[in-house]
């Protein structure tokens, strides 16, 4: 028989490793608490963990009761739900929704060994776009939250592929197991598609001249597979930018163009067309929802709904100004700077 190697842990290189496997403390926080709390201080997110945005204005509008009935639509790291289930006092239930396999499952654990069982947390591995599914079973909701966001632990993660700031794979979905890959995604459009998806999925101002660059590349043989091949290409096609601005244009570009093509692999904007058409048929009358978005496209889609569905006496409220998270919340947690709320309420 085969003596069975022993394989040593990856080791903790420094004070502050960059390597995101290297990060063995992060991504433990009940063992290295004070690593994780120093991390956070600094204005960081700690390896494998996501700090959700605006709790107190969600808990605040949200007015949760125990012996209620919520949905969290997007699970995440689950700090969301773990803050509305307190609200609850053991009483009532909480149904979270997410798609994300190998997250999903990090964070039922999680909230298990809180002490939340089926009873009062309930999880379904379903795309939000399908909540009157949900309905069926559980019935109508009294609260009812959407992140929109990507968490934390995804875009850290080289594996999953959603930043240009790490070398990986291409990937960007938010269910590795399903779908297109982003790569797969640039092999199988065309050059023009492409242009029209960085311009209507987040106003790239470079559409034009990104597409023409990654595609003359992916002719000449250069694979398209790699975050940084993509990268290198929005860098190569933004040289006529003045020096002294190319380093600002080329992270913006950047940003913009993983944007976009998540948007297309995961289909977010039907998603949440389909979202916001079914959203009143699982509210109770006065039933209320909350949704963080985090750009301008997002927001617009549920500010039109929420505002056309009020004019037809669908909500009795909805936030008439875009609700924005705290100076003091932006500078400890930067990646909530971006993050907009908008509320309704449904009609009695």
Same mark, same amino acid.
Request: aromatic residues 8%; charged residues 30%.
């Given at each position: 028989?085969?003596?069975?190697?022993?394989?040593?842990?990856?080791?903790?290189?420094?004070?502050?490793?960059?390597?995101?496997?290297?990060?063995?403390?992060?991504?433990?926080?009940?063992?290295?608490?004070?690593?994780?709390?120093?991390?956070?201080?600094?204005?960081?997110?700690?390896?494998?963990?996501?700090?959700?945005?605006?709790?107190?204005?969600?808990?605040?509008?949200?007015?949760?009761?125990?012996?209620?009935?919520?949905?969290?639509?997007?699970?995440?790291?689950?700090?969301?739900?773990?803050?509305?289930?307190?609200?609850?006092?053991?009483?009532?239930?909480?149904?979270?929704?997410?798609?994300?396999?190998?997250?999903?499952?990090?964070?039922?654990?999680?909230?298990?060994?809180?002490?939340?069982?089926?009873?009062?947390?309930?999880?379904?591995?379903?795309?939000?776009?399908?909540?009157?599914?949900?309905?069926?079973?559980?019935?109508?909701?009294?609260?009812?939250?959407?992140?929109?966001?990507?968490?934390?632990?995804?875009?850290?993660?080289?594996?999953?592929?959603?930043?240009?700031?790490?070398?990986?794979?291409?990937?960007?979905?938010?269910?590795?197991?399903?779908?297109?890959?982003?790569?797969?995604?640039?092999?199988?459009?065309?050059?023009?598609?492409?242009?029209?998806?960085?311009?209507?999925?987040?106003?790239?101002?470079?559409?034009?001249?990104?597409?023409?660059?990654?595609?003359?590349?992916?002719?000449?043989?250069?694979?398209?597979?790699?975050?940084?091949?993509?990268?290198?290409?929005?860098?190569?096609?933004?040289? +006529?930018?003045? &020096? #002294?601005? @190319?380093? $600002?244009? =080329?992270?913006?570009?950047? %940003?913009?163009?993983?944007?976009?093509?998540?948007?297309?692999?995961?289909?977010?904007?039907?998603?949440?067309?389909?979202?916001?058409?079914?959203?009143?048929?699982?509210?109770?009358?006065?039933?209320?929802?909350?949704?963080?978005?985090?750009?301008?496209?997002?927001?617009?889609?549920?500010? +039109?709904?929420? &505002? #056309?569905? @009020?004019? $037809?006496? =669908?909500?009795?409220?909805? %936030?008439?100004?875009?609700?924005?998270?705290?100076?003091?919340?932006?500078?400890?947690?930067?990646?909530?700077?971006?993050?907009?709320?908008?509320?309704?309420?449904?009609?009695?």
């Amino acid at each position: 028989m085969e003596e069975k190697q022993h394989k040593r842990r990856i080791h903790y290189s420094g004070k502050y490793p960059k390597k995101f496997e290297e990060k063995y403390k992060e991504h433990n926080p009940d063992k290295y608490g004070d690593v994780v709390e120093h991390v956070i201080a600094k204005g960081s997110t700690p390896a494998g963990m996501h700090i959700s945005i605006m709790v107190k204005e969600i808990l605040d509008f949200l007015n949760i009761q125990p012996g209620q009935q919520g949905l969290d639509c997007t699970l995440g790291y689950g700090g969301h739900t773990s803050q509305m289930l307190k609200k609850l006092n053991g009483s009532g239930c909480i149904y979270g929704l997410d798609i994300d396999p190998i997250e999903s499952a990090k964070t039922v654990e999680r909230l298990r060994n809180a002490g939340y069982d089926e009873e009062i947390f309930k999880f379904r591995r379903i795309n939000f776009e399908n909540i009157d599914k949900v309905c069926e079973e559980a019935g109508r909701f009294d609260f009812v939250l959407a992140d929109l966001g990507v968490s934390s632990m995804q875009i850290d993660n080289p594996e999953r592929g959603f930043s240009y700031k790490i070398d990986g794979p291409l990937d960007l979905r938010l269910d590795p197991n399903s779908g297109e890959s982003a790569a797969e995604r640039l092999h199988n459009i065309t050059k023009e598609e492409f242009m029209g998806m960085l311009i209507e999925n987040s106003d790239e101002p470079y559409a034009k001249e990104i597409a023409e660059k990654v595609f003359n590349l992916m002719k000449k043989g250069n694979p398209m597979d790699t975050t940084t091949a993509l990268r290198e290409a929005v860098e190569s096609a933004l040289w +006529k930018v003045p &020096k #002294e601005e @190319k380093a $600002a244009a =080329v992270k913006k570009s950047c %940003a913009r163009v993983f944007q976009a093509l998540r948007i297309d692999v995961n289909s977010e904007f039907e998603v949440l067309y389909a979202f916001l058409d079914k959203l009143p048929g699982i509210l109770k009358p006065g039933g209320r929802v909350a949704v963080l978005t985090f750009h301008s496209g997002e927001d617009r889609l549920v500010k +039109k709904s929420f &505002k #056309e569905l @009020k004019k $037809a006496g =669908v909500y009795s409220e909805i %936030a008439e100004d875009v609700i924005r998270p705290s100076a003091e919340e932006c500078r400890i947690n930067p990646r909530s700077r971006s993050t907009k709320m908008r509320w309704a309420i449904k009609n009695q």
